[in-house]
């Protein structure tokens, strides 16, 4: 089912609606999980034993993601809205819960000039992204996906969202 969705998304056309002022476009859709990085759970120990502890990371759930572009013109400028969803993941050791993400950008055209500024993933509900450590055999934790002391791995390289806020300024010039 997850599938078949996922393949009606990705084939919409482009410009999904178009009215008078208003355009969807770059519509997408997947089921594929977009949110974060997962980790594949390989790792090698200090003493050099491999472990392959990828199956903590499994997904438990439907994997959906959408994003489309509503543009909105007035005059010569255009007003962009990057509108984004993803289900969020769970497994085991990694829950990430949804997100809406929403942005806003400008673009105006003067002669030879394009110019694009505003923020994307500005507005977001949802999100949250929350580890678990695995155990050893002498019940310390530790980090599933690197292999690190849970300790080390919470003060240092946390997962990140790809929907973080990003200030977008961009210029083009034609000659």
């Known amino acids: 089912m997850k599938k078949l969705i996922a393949l009606i998304l990705t084939l919409i056309s482009n410009p999904v609606y178009s009215g008078n002022n208003i355009i ?19 790792f090698i120990a200090p003493n050099g034993e491999k472990f392959h502890l990828g199956n903590y990371y499994k997904s438990q759930n ?21 509108v984004n969803f993803d289900n969020g993941y769970k497994s085991n050791l990694l829950e990430v819960k949804p997100i809406y993400s929403m942005g806003f ?22 999100g949250s992204i929350k580890e678990k450590p695995c ?20 003060h240092g390289k946390k997962i990140h969202s790809f929907y973080d806020d990003e200030l977008i300024l961009r210029l083009n010039y034609s000659f």
Do not use: M
């Open 24 to 42: 969807f476009a770059d519509t997408k859709g997947s089921s594929n999980y977009l949110q974060t990085h997962v980790w594949d759970g390989n």
């Open 105 to 126: 950008l400008i673009s105006k055209e003067l002669e030879n000039l394009k110019f694009i500024f505003g923020f994307n993933n500005a507005f977001k509900i949802g």
């Open 135 to 154: 155990y050893d055999k002498f019940d310390r934790e530790f980090h599933c996906g690197t292999g690190q002391p849970w300790i080390d791995y919470k």
């Open 62 to 82: 439907t994997e959906i993601n959408l994003k489309t572009n509503i543009l909105y013109k007035i005059n010569s400028n255009l007003l962009i809205f990057p």
